[in-house]
């Protein structure tokens, strides 16, 4: 079936005699402090409970709100890069979230902090489809590898320092400076994109359909929460009910999708066998990494007895090699394939969660070390060399709604993989210590957490295996004759 003119990706610009490189860096600044945010705040949580004295199920919303605006604003940032400049989008982004920053630093109580919590997230949601889709633009095939590297390294590293970042923060000073600190480099990214981002591509202005919009809001915005609300039992209304109606809607909003001449996202991509491949990969890689660097700190804080900020240095080395690997991956990428990544990748990656399904509560600090800085080294090999691969092989028109897709589901798998590992965690303390003689000795209570998190692991071996049974379905995509 064709695609109509009229939804094509946004005509690229003559890109002959433009700078790459500062596009890129100006792409690349927003995004790391958007996406730092995401974790800055986690921490804080104990400190905001009692100054702004809220519950901790109120205040869960600072971190259920901006998982429900980022995954409602993806699928629509499919739209937006067709309607306006590459600069428009990217700059309203940041303006955006900067004043979220701004007024969530100021705020004088809760409902204020929530509200540039959602404005921070509106900035967010729009940065990574457009960075994604830039990049698709401005680099061709052969050399997407490395430039969607530095993306990995802001992907990965960001979030993943986001903890540490903040116990070092919290230990001098209030947690108004969580927000404080990011709002200089905000300032400092638009007006370094101002003077350097240039537009790559033209607006081509396709149909909106505003029911697909509702739709597309009610279906990943339902699913995003009732997992995210799920810590209150699978057995509540608010939970099932929330997930089987955003399913519903999810289902009538692919249907409608596929009958439309301009589909919101246009899901013909799914057409192409090894963007398909990739989407699966990508889901069970984010489902795999966002659920152990949960599992983690549990383990460290509560069979372990290490402090919040203990647990975020066990984890640094990992995530910072992570950062580091990403670009070096991605020329990699680009000089032998994603072959010689991918399977490598979800080989190490099934062996460190198997090992992981072994730790006890006398496990050495160095052991969990070398085990999640191998997990963040697979990951490396996978994530952005797959995600490359798969948008490789689509015609350009798909640009938009493929990284909006990949966006999209990535965020929903990683709330479904967070809600469904530390259910069977809970899970399994609960059955240790119905076993358990003297189920409120700490010794025991110990235990359990370790018997929880070891199940959880054992599923997280099992999607492991499942990704690199996907991975060896890997070939290097041929891009497409337009």
């Not at 998982?67 to 590459?86: G, N």
């Not at 700059?91 to 004088?108: C, E």
């Not at 809760?110 to 967010?124: C, D, E, P, W, Y």
């Not at 099934?350 to 509560?361: G, P, R, Y």
């Amino acid at each position: 079936m064709n695609t109509p003119t009229s939804t094509a990706a946004p005509n690229s610009l003559k890109l002959g005699n433009v700078k790459r490189l500062p596009i890129l860096i100006s792409l690349i600044i927003g995004a790391f402090f958007s996406l730092l945010n995401e974790t800055l705040l986690s921490v804080a949580f104990p400190q905001l409970m009692i100054e702004l004295n809220v519950s901790a199920s109120t205040l869960q919303w600072l971190t259920t709100g901006y998982m429900l605006v980022v995954a409602v604003l993806i699928p629509a940032s499919a739209l937006l890069v067709q309607w306006f400049t590459t600069r428009q989008v990217f700059l309203g982004a940041m303006i955006v979230f900067t004043l979220g920053t701004l007024i969530s630093g100021m705020a004088p109580g809760f409902s204020v902090l929530l509200i540039g919590r959602l404005l921070q997230a509106g900035g967010t949601g729009l940065m990574m489809p457009v960075l994604m889709n830039t990049i698709l633009l401005l680099y061709p095939p052969e050399k997407r590898g490395a430039a969607m590297g530095s993306i990995g390294l802001v992907i990965m590293f960001a979030p993943a320092i986001g903890p540490t970042l903040s116990g070092v923060i919290l230990e001098s000073l209030e947690w108004r400076w969580l927000f404080y600190v990011v709002i200089p480099f905000a300032l400092f990214s638009i007006i370094f994109a101002f003077i350097y981002l240039k537009n790559v591509s033209q607006p081509t202005k396709p149909k909106v359909d505003v029911v697909s919009i509702i739709l597309s809001t009610i279906g990943f915005g339902g699913i995003v929460y009732g997992f995210s609300s799920s810590g209150e039992g699978w057995d509540s209304p608010q939970v099932y009910g929330v997930i089987l109606v955003g399913f519903a809607a999810l289902l009538l909003f692919v249907l409608r999708q596929l009958k439309l001449k301009d589909p919101l996202l246009d899901l013909r991509a799914f057409k192409y066998p090894l963007f398909t491949f990739t989407t699966i990969l990508l889901c069970i890689m984010m489902m795999t990494m966002f659920s152990t660097m949960s599992l983690l700190p549990f383990l460290f804080q509560g069979a372990l007895g290490l402090t919040v900020y203990a647990s975020g240095l066990i984890m640094l080395p990992g995530s910072i090699l992570n950062g580091l690997l990403s670009p070096l991956t991605g020329k990699a990428f680009d000089r032998f394939g994603p072959r010689a990544l991918i399977i490598p990748g979800a080989v190490i990656l099934a062996v460190v969660m198997w090992f992981f399904t072994q730790v006890t509560a006398e496990t050495s600090k160095m052991t969990f070390i070398i085990l999640h800085v191998c997990m963040m080294v697979s990951i490396s090999m996978i994530m952005m060399p797959a995600q490359t691969n798969g948008l490789n092989q689509l015609p350009r028109r798909y640009y938009p709604h493929g990284t909006a897709i990949l966006n999209t589901l990535s965020q929903v798998a990683g709330a479904i993989g967070v809600a469904f590992f530390i259910s069977i965690m809970t899970a399994g303390q609960r059955s240790y210590l119905e076993k358990s003689s003297d189920p409120a000795a700490p010794v025991e209570l110990t235990e359990a957490m370790v018997s929880g998190v070891q199940n959880a692991f054992l599923f997280g071996f099992i999607f492991a295996l499942l990704a690199l049974a996907v991975a060896l379905f890997t070939k290097r995509s041929q891009p497409p004759t337009e």
